[in-house]
């Protein structure tokens, strides 16, 4: 059993040196970027569980709290976790871990990387020289760049002084900093920056430098003041339905979906330039009662369909753009053009009174105002869709445990009087199987631009839903997980001209074939309601039944420490009532390997796919360097091959080096407008070095 979890961490580690982005499960991170159809914000959450692996959680230091934010983890594996260390102490290695119920190698796979074990460690007063002898610096910087160069950048001197909105004044690279500076966990401060392809660089519209910045500086615990930010940051509360900026893990469903409560408010560096925070953030805890305040001001790119002609000022808009580019004329023209204050609150009571009974009672506020009016639009499917300057959401969020017994939900109401909530309730019979249900009921009219609960769809609106989910471990070595989430849209919505109802199940099972092998198995079905093609002057469609499945297969095998293989089938489906099914496929193979040299590690990527249309596209994770974050979606016939490389030259310092090329078999031209290359091969090169003293 020792020369198993010895193999499986030597795995887990590999996986964390390279392979980073598996820090999430990779049928989640592929879920939500295909349901929500944008990686924006799902890029976010990578970077967040990334920054979480850099300052993983001591369990021999780590409060309820802190043991609550540690992913993965189901409620009653949070208590038995507490309990074993309220019961033992100090934890002397992961081995322990297998002996708490509910705890198994897969599991303890899943969380090595966000927690160490290690003594308790005295922090000595908060002082200038202290500062600097126990600090610790991780710089940070990357380069980007596609090939062959895309037509918007090759125009002449004729062209861009005759259409100057039709090429890229800026180069094609990418660049990306950050910098993070940690005093144990008290002190954090962070600044980072970022351009994109075609953005300009000191000169133009960014002389500035980097198009985007962020930064936080953060004071925590420190008596009863949790937390206190200045800067960027992220905020969530309850279930995330009255308020929680960015994505949670909790936000779609799927096999590891574990509703929970969100983390409160967080200082952040990550570059999504639409809806982020910025302003200041507190939190006190004053005995049961934990209390947050935020407030956030920083100007939006807008569409201005009315602009003061006097003071130059947007007083109208269309819709709020969430791309974060600023390199053509019309794409300046829509920057900063609005203003957002978010200010709002929470206030919590946490009560334990029995190991066997506890509850969590919270209440939370958020005012919205923009500068300029957002109009919603003559659309049919618009109706209910937030229009005006302001909005006021006010929420109750609630847990309750009872033995194995969990409780959850959150009622919120928006200044429309539009009312959303949902309810669940987690369940461990045994210590090996968790059901999980959820219930929820978002009125068309309910407003919130900012609600990140569970659910189907991008806004927590327009939707009701039964959820049930089943993790097992059938068997030591078997695991099994399941769930269907049976919901209607009472309403309208884009490209659905009727009230409709749908139906998404899924199960997957993953076995331990031997001591070095590990297979699974998943399959996904999503029966959804569209609109058919209209006939000439038809303005109202009728209903079609849509049906995606996706088939999965894939096996990890470790011949020996320090290599692993990674194969995976994936098989999508697609039909309409009537019509013959479409079918994609897409086959990879992984090579990973970690040394002692001076090559630290590497992995190579092989991959083919046949995905004929939109709706057979393939999602994949992709390996990246660390904080990099890709999760293609493999359209049309060809072969994709990538490698990542690791080196540690000298102690402090590392460097990765990305290299893909992509060959399509089914055309001459890859991409589309100013990013569109001639000729049927797409590469890409990345390289990244980060300093840690």
């Not at 210590?431 to 927590?460: C, D, E, H, K, W």
């Not at 059938?474 to 919505?493: A, E, N, R, T, Y």
Request: with cysteine; aromatic share 12%.
């Amino acid at each position: 059993m020792k020369t198993i979890f010895i193999i499986i961490a030597l795995t887990m580690r590999l996986g964390i040196d390279v392979y980073c982005q598996e820090i999430i499960p990779a049928e989640m991170i592929e879920k939500a970027v295909e349901s929500l159809d944008s990686d924006r914000d799902s890029e976010s959450l990578y970077e967040e569980m990334a920054d979480r692996v850099m300052r993983p959680v001591n369990l021999n230091a780590a409060t309820r709290e802190e043991i609550g934010a540690i992913p993965f983890l189901s409620p009653a594996q949070q208590k038995n976790l507490l309990d074993y260390l309220a019961t033992y102490g100090e934890v002397f290695s992961l081995y322990e871990l297998q002996s708490i119920s509910g705890f198994d190698s897969v599991l303890i796979r899943k969380i090595e990387p966000f927690i160490v074990i290690k003594p308790k460690s005295e922090i000595p007063p908060l002082a200038p020289g202290n500062l600097v002898r126990f600090g610790h610096h991780d710089l940070l910087a990357r380069y980007e760049q596609t090939f062959p160069t895309a037509v918007g950048y090759l125009a002449n001197d004729s062209v861009m002084s005759a259409k100057p909105g039709y090429f890229y004044p800026g180069a094609p690279q990418k660049y990306y900093f950050r910098y993070t500076f940690n005093w144990f966990d008290k002190v954090r401060i962070g600044f980072a920056g970022e351009k994109d392809p075609g953005e300009q660089f000191f000169r133009g519209a960014q002389s500035k430098g980097m198009d985007f910045y962020a930064g936080f500086i953060s004071f925590n615990n420190f008596g009863i003041l949790e937390n206190l930010t200045i800067g960027n940051f992220r905020a969530g509360f309850g279930q995330g339905l009255t308020f929680g900026s960015g994505l949670s893990m909790n936000a779609v469903p799927g096999f590891s979906s574990n509703p929970l409560s969100t983390a409160g408010v967080r200082p952040s560096i990550g570059m999504n330039e639409a809806s982020y925070l910025r302003g200041a953030a507190a939190t006190m805890k004053i005995n049961h009662f934990r209390i947050s305040a935020f407030i956030s001001y920083h100007p939006r790119d807008a569409t201005v369909t009315e602009m003061d002609t006097t003071s130059g000022t947007a007083e109208e808009i269309s819709s709020m753009i969430e791309t974060g580019y600023h390199r053509t004329g019309l794409e300046l023209a829509k920057r900063n053009v609005m203003t957002e204050l978010v200010c709002g609150g929470n206030i919590n009571l946490t009560l334990a009174p029995s190991q066997k009974f506890g509850f969590r009672i919270g209440v939370t506020g958020v005012y919205v105002r923009y500068s300029a009016n957002i109009t919603a639009g003559n659309d049919l499917y618009k109706m209910f869709s937030f229009s005006g300057n302001s909005n006021l959401n006010a929420g109750i969020d609630y847990q309750v445990r009872f033995g194995k017994l969990y409780l959850f939900g959150e009622i919120s109401r928006s200044m429309n009087a539009g009312i959303a909530w949902l309810s669940g309730a987690t369940i461990t019979p045994d210590p090996r199987a968790t059901i999980t249900m959820v219930v929820r009921n978002y009125q068309p009219q309910y407003q919130n631009l900012y609600s990140n609960a569970f659910g189907q769809q991008s806004l927590n609106a327009n939707e009701q839903g039964v959820y049930i989910s089943l993790n097992t471990a059938v068997h030591p070595k078997i695991s099994l997980s399941g769930f269907v989430d049976i919901f209607k849209i009472p309403w309208l919505k884009y490209r659905v001209d009727g009230p409709s109802q749908g139906r998404e199940t899924g199960i997957m099972l993953t076995w331990l074939t031997s001591r070095n092998v590990t297979s699974s198995i998943r399959y996904l079905q999503k029966n959804v309601s569209a609109n058919s093609s209209a006939g000439s002057g038809q303005i109202v469609h009728e209903l079609m039944d849509y049906t995606t499945r996706s088939y999965r297969f894939s096996i990890d095998w470790t011949p020996i420490p320090r290599l692993l293989f990674k194969t995976r089938l994936d098989i999508k489906e697609a039909s309409e009532t009537q019509e013959k099914s479409a079918f994609g496929y897409l086959m990879y193979q992984d090579f990973q390997v970690t040394t002692t040299g001076w090559l630290s590690a590497a992995v190579i990527r092989f991959a083919v796919f046949d995905a004929p249309d939109y709706a057979t596209r393939i999602y994949v994770y992709e390996p990246e360097v660390l904080y990099g974050y890709s999760v293609p979606a493999y359209q049309g016939q060809g072969i994709r091959s990538c490698v990542v490389l690791k080196f540690s030259p000298v102690r402090f310092i590392t460097l990765w080096i990305k290299s893909g090329i992509t060959w399509y078999s089914d055309r001459n031209e890859v991409g589309s407008g100013l990013d569109m290359t001639k000729g049927n091969i797409r590469g890409e090169l990345t390289m990244q070095v980060m300093a840690r003293l």
